[in-house]
């Protein structure tokens, strides 16, 4: 890292003597006294630069203070969670898991018995047509059952 880029106030100073040298160059080639060129130039530039300054060291304590922060915070959940107990969920986990496996299962073994079911009404529904004689099955209305 620059040494002048660890000190803001040494990095000014430094931005300022280079700015001062390219100032002077453009004065001599546009006619311009050096001197009042220089003075407006640096009078236009140097709060800026101090303004610039102001902002990247604000920026800098800001980080550093939440830095701190998420330190302490930290310290604090490392010492909570050493002291508390917390519950596993992994049983219950375990156990939704199998009801889930289960709830599946019988919900295909539904679709299929379904899909019989639309099977055999449709066999009997073409043989009714077809004039042959099938036993008549009727649901019970409570119950939904074939009797």
Known sequence: ?????????????????????????????SGVTAAAFKDGLLGVLTPMV?????GVQSA????????QQLDRVARELQAFLGSSQIPSLSPYAQ????VR?????????LLQVQARLAKIEAVAEKLQRAG????????DSHSNELR
């Open 1 to 29: 890292m620059h040494a002048a880029a660890a000190n803001p106030a040494s990095a000014s100073a430094d931005s300022a003597e280079a700015a001062g040298a390219a100032v002077d160059a453009v004065a001599e080639a």
């Open 50 to 54: 101090a303004q610039c300054d102001e």
């Open 60 to 67: 800098l304590d800001s980080q550093t203070a939440l830095s």
């Open 95 to 98: 156990k939704l898991a199998d």
């Open 101 to 109: 496996q289960r709830l599946t299962v019988a919900n295909a073994t």
């Open 132 to 139: 042959v004689s099938t036993p008549r099955f009727s649901r």
